[in-house]
């Protein structure tokens, strides 16, 4: 009888060596789970919006690598239609994503967004767009990454200062000891516009440089409402007007265009000044056209998003090397551009 076991013994442990379980070297790892994540964009054609979506493509695949998971985006586009991202923000959540970061169109419809993520369980990261703080305390699956606006009007001052010192007739062309100004407004009720639009002129103040402003306008944060509303200012205003400061580079760049078409020498137009640092902002400051930009860092954005955004997908707590303020927030510093550091930037930074 012991026999006939120890033969049983000896036939069950060659059984066992030669299963695949037991061969590891043969064994294949099971497929890699897929993260699901979807990003809904205000508007996908806004310049610095598509640059900031293409660098979350490119954080995504980092982490693939770095993570051995599968990261699925999937974009919508807003339109600039709150009602429409409403429902694509809702699609996601029904079809079990992961997680879902938010470009909103209307800071103010952040609440609806929050509720119906919290009621699925999905944690959402906005970006670009920050909601009311508020808003950001209903839930603490809820999150914001972006950059302080309140810095990248306060460069916009510094800039047009340092030129104003550098060579003050440049700048105060008919030397009435003020700059005459005008500003081109994103949109109505846009937070970074408000402040961008603020503490731009807050910053030349307070350095005791006085300014009056002729104008001011929205153009939507684009860049042909830029030139309409540029070229009937030249129009009104000729050689009185100095410098326009842009809550973007889009709208600069659309102001540049119909100064440019006004057939202004460039020492007698006014100097424009932008915020985010796109290829066609970075390449205006290098030839001289725009006198300088607020870097908003769309790569550091980006990847902030897809490092927060896959520990939040997969339950996790955010890595404490975001650093977070204000509760659920992390922002980005801007950097000044101007001419003399313009070539690094283009060259990566």
């Not at 049983?8 to 993260?35: G, I």
């Not at 699925?72 to 923000?89: E, K, M, P, Y």
């Not at 897809?306 to 997908?313: F, K, S």
Request: with cysteine; net charge positive.
């Amino acid at each position: 009888m012991k026999k006939i076991r120890k033969a049983l013994v000896c036939v069950l442990a060659l059984l066992a060596a030669a299963s695949p379980a037991s061969c590891s070297a043969d064994t294949k790892q099971e497929p890699v789970q897929t993260l699901k994540v979807g990003v809904a964009a205000y508007r996908k054609d806004d310049t610095f919006i598509s640059t900031l979506c293409g660098y979350l493509e490119s954080a995504a695949k980092k982490l693939e690598k770095q993570k051995k998971v599968k990261i699925a985006l999937n974009f919508a586009d807003g339109q600039s239609n709150q009602s429409l991202q409403n429902d694509q923000v809702e699609r996601f959540l029904a079809r079990d994503y992961s997680a879902v970061c938010v470009n909103l169109v209307d800071r103010t419809a952040a609440a609806y967004i929050i509720d119906k993520a919290k009621k699925a369980g999905v944690p959402v990261v906005f970006f670009n767009r920050e909601p009311v703080e508020e808003d950001l305390h209903i839930w603490s699956g809820a999150y914001y990454v972006g950059a302080d606006a309140v810095l990248s009007g306060r460069i916009q001052g510094q800039i047009v200062a340092e030129a104003y010192r550098r060579d003050p007739a440049r700048v105060d062309r008919n030397r009435d000891g003020k700059i005459q100004y005008a500003m081109l407004e994103g949109e109505q009720g846009h937070q970074d516009s408000l402040l961008r639009t603020e503490y731009s002129i807050k910053y030349l103040t307070e350095a005791g440089i006085r300014v009056q402003k002729l104008a001011s306008d929205t153009a939507n944060w684009q860049r042909a409402q830029g030139t309409a509303k540029m070229t009937q200012w030249l129009r009104e205003y000729g050689g009185r007007l100095e410098v326009v400061l842009c809550n973007n580079d889009d709208m600069a760049l659309g102001a540049i265009d119909a100064i440019k078409s006004s057939g202004e020498t460039p020492k007698k137009s006014p100097l424009v000044v932008g915020v985010d640092g796109t290829k066609p902002g970075l390449e205006a400051v290098r030839s001289g056209s725009m006198l300088g930009t607020a870097l908003n860092d769309a790569k550091r954005q980006a990847d902030a998003i897809m490092e927060l955004t896959y520990a939040v997908g997969n339950g996790q707590k955010a890595p404490p090397s975001l650093h977070f303020q204000q509760g659920n927030s992390i922002y980005i510093p801007y950097q000044k551009i101007t001419r003399e550091n313009v070539a690094q930037f283009q060259q990566g930074g």
